[in-house]
Nanobody
Framework: QVHLVESGGGLVQPGGSLRLSCSAS????????MGWYRQAPGKQRDLVAV???????TYEDSVKGRFTISRDNAKNTVYLQMNNLKPEDTAVYYC?????????????????WGQGTQVTVSS
């Protein structure tokens, strides 16, 4: 019922920038927290940034000051602006959203996940 689609990944040189976007679709009633995780080869999936429905943000320490998470509630879309990218930022980035959605007359709440988008930072 809920589908997240990510875009914006790619290959960028160190110091460069990328903007990831993720749009949610389906029978959405509301979205609370939206966020981004990333997973590098051989590593666990780690939280990068989250933003609440009210706009409060939290960042993982290594990206603080370089990444900015934002959202457009009207579009059910979350963004991750990544500046001054470093090789250690290389990972698959996954969008997630805490979504309330409807099935028939019933409301369900889940953590929805996108399929991931590859970000590679290399010279």
């Amino acid at each position: 019922q809920v589908h997240l689609v990510e875009s914006g990944g790619g290959l960028v040189q160190p110091g460069g920038s990328l903007r990831l976007s993720c749009s949610a679709s389906g029978s959405i009633f509301s979205i609370n927290t939206m966020g981004w995780y990333r997973q590098a080869p051989g590593k666990q999936r780690d939280l990068v940034a989250v933003v609440t429905s009210g706009g409060s943000t939290t960042y993982e320490d290594s990206v603080k000051g370089r990444f900015t998470i934002s959202r457009d509630n009207a579009k059910n879309t979350v963004y991750l602006q990544m500046n001054n990218l470093k090789p250690e930022d290389t990972a698959v980035y996954y969008c997630t959203a805490d979504v309330s959605y409807t099935v028939a007359d019933q409301i369900h709440q889940i953590d929805a996940w996108g399929q991931g988008t590859q970000v590679t930072v290399s010279s």
